[in-house]
């Protein structure tokens, strides 16, 4: 193979991948079980995802594990979330760590408790250095509140007079969310059959190819994640543009 063809092939890659990892419970029901069984079956997914977005050399992948809605789900499902999140932490990152794999949580970690909190920073700072995909895990996260966030270091800088109001255009906030590490995703994938964002990474959206599945979330693997990367290679991306 010449290096002109390896090119091409990386060109029709994404660089940045984001999943909303939708269908556990619905997958749970159909085998009888608990919607909790679903999302601990759903975190299989997720390590063959990890696994393939590496071995496709994607540079980043942004999950979507919990949203800030999801808070409004029963409390004991909620709970068994939180805990299956730790343990999976506490499970995966030294192995995370071996694969030069960079661990990123990304959402208002003010909610979770001091446990939580603590287990996150020990991991992030653990894979900081780490130049393999970087994975981000949107927890406790939504789009509106990232857009919040980010108007409020920028107004926090205008009444600091270290930025004009004037001056404030799109190139600037995007800046300041890609604080976060959440820069603009190329391909969104999302299972379960919904066809709609959920307050997912709104800003990063703007230009994404969007490539929606039935499939739901725990019977999600390396065929069907090829399927999208396919399906991406066979889309052409204008920005706005004309393809003249």
């Given at each position: 193979m010449t290096k002109n063809t390896d090119l091409v092939k990386q060109n029709l890659l994404p660089k940045h991948v984001g999943i909303i990892m939708d269908g556990n419970g619905r997958w749970a029901k159909k085998q009888g079980k608990d919607r909790i069984f679903g999302h601990q079956c759903g975190t299989k997914s997720l390590r063959k995802a990890i696994e393939f977005a590496r071995e496709?050399?994607?540079?980043?992948?942004?999950?979507?594990?919990?949203?800030?809605?999801?808070?409004?789900?029963?409390?004991?499902?909620?709970?068994?979330?939180?805990?299956?999140?730790?343990?999976?932490?506490?499970?995966?990152?030294?192995?995370?760590?071996?694969?030069?794999?960079?661990?990123?949580?990304?959402?208002?970690?003010?909610?979770?408790?001091?446990?939580?909190?603590?287990?996150?920073?020990?991991?992030?700072?653990?894979?900081?250095?780490?130049?393999?995909?970087?994975?981000?895990?949107?927890?406790?996260?939504?789009?509106?509140?990232?857009?919040t966030e980010a108007t409020k270091i920028l107004l926090r800088k205008a009444?600091?007079?270290?930025?004009?109001?004037?001056?404030?255009?799109?190139?600037?906030?995007?800046?300041?969310?890609?604080?976060?590490?959440?820069?603009?995703?190329?391909?969104?994938?999302?299972?379960?059959?919904?066809t709609r964002l959920s307050n997912f990474l709104l800003w990063q959206l703007a230009y994404a190819e969007l490539y929606f599945t039935d499939v739901l979330w725990p019977d999600f693997d390396k065929v069907l994640f090829q399927k999208a990367l396919d399906s991406f290679a066979g889309r052409t991306r204008n920005f706005g543009k004309t393809s003249e």
């Open positions: 496709k050399s994607i540079n980043i992948l942004t999950v979507f594990a919990f949203s800030t809605e999801n808070w409004q789900r029963p409390k004991k499902e909620v709970s068994v979330l939180m805990n299956l999140f730790l343990i999976v932490l506490k499970t995966e990152i030294k192995k995370m760590h071996k694969q030069n794999i960079k661990l990123k949580v990304v959402g208002d970690l003010s909610n979770f408790n001091v446990g939580m909190q603590k287990k996150i920073a020990e991991s992030e700072k653990l894979t900081q250095g780490n130049t393999g995909l970087l994975l981000n895990v949107a927890a406790n996260y939504g789009g509106r509140w990232d857009i009444l600091n007079n270290e930025i004009n109001v004037q001056d404030i255009n799109e190139n600037i906030m995007d800046g300041v969310i890609q604080q976060t590490g959440l820069v603009d995703v190329d391909l969104m994938i999302r299972t379960g059959g919904e």
